[in-house]
């Protein structure tokens, strides 16, 4: 399950363990179609990933917080620390490969 997060809750859910942001607009065409695909991929890591997403046009304090010029981004993080971003739309395959890649 993909958690929609506001500014109380961004910190909190970030800080432990593995976590991937979906930095997303309502208006994103890409954004939209990697919806289905990130529930999808949420659903494989559960247990090992967390998945929450923001939306940029509401919460643009965070989105600047991480440098998030292009949508969509997705940001992976180990207890608040940047691993890995990554944007645009891709194929659920290749999605799956960037995130395997940190689990090894």
Known sequence: M???LT????DDFIK????LIDFFADWC?????MG???????????????FGKVDVGEYQDIAQ??????IPNFTLLKNGTILDQFTGSMSEEDFEEKLNSHLR
């Not at 500014?7 to 961004?10: A, K, L, V």
């Open 2 to 4: 993909v958690t929609e």
């Open 16 to 19: 432990e363990g593995l976590v």
């Open 29 to 33: 065409m890409p954004c939209m179609m």
């Open 36 to 50: 289905p695909i990130l529930e999808e991929v949420s659903a494989k890591f559960e247990g090992k990933i967390k």
């Open 7 to 10: 500014n109380g809750e961004f």
């Open 65 to 70: 917080k991480f440098n998030v010029s292009s």
